[in-house]
């Protein structure tokens, strides 16, 4: 038996249309389905990157807040590969999005940085 890789990652959000805003226009993944599921008041929107990994974004009535700093245990933060840190970053800042400076990783060589979404899930830029 053998994992193959990861297929979605599932976020949960505070406000859908914000974040589906956020996701799609800003970050530039593409809607593979949108619905809206009536008996749990929710949304769960499939969205794709270029490589075929998948977020799901789902919304629910008044979601509990989940700790994401100072760093707690389980889920650390999600990573995006990009061609050029540098370039994206300088990117997300022009929609108005705050970014951390870059960093290189000391054990890879590679540069980082990292921002968050609208509900402040962290996020990641690493280089490709």
């Given at each position: 038996m053998t994992l193959e890789g990861i297929h979605h990652v599932a976020i949960i959000c505070s406000d859908y249309q914000r974040s589906k805003a956020f996701?799609?226009?800003?970050?530039?993944l593409k809607i593979v389905a949108e619905n809206y599921r009536e008996k749990r008041h929710s949304y769960k929107l499939d969205l794709e990157l270029p490589n075929g990994n998948q977020i799901e974004l789902f919304s629910f009535p008044e979601p509990p807040l989940r700790v994401s700093g100072p760093e707690a245990r389980g889920l650390r933060h999600l990573a995006f590969v990009v061609e050029s840190v540098e370039a994206y970053a300088d990117y997300l800042e022009s929609c108005g999005v705050e970014v951390?400076?870059?960093r290189k990783d000391e054990y890879t060589g590679k540069y980082y940085t990292f921002f968050q979404d609208p509900d402040g899930l962290p996020l990641e830029l690493y280089e490709k």
């Open positions: 996701y799609t226009e800003t970050l530039g951390e400076a870059i």
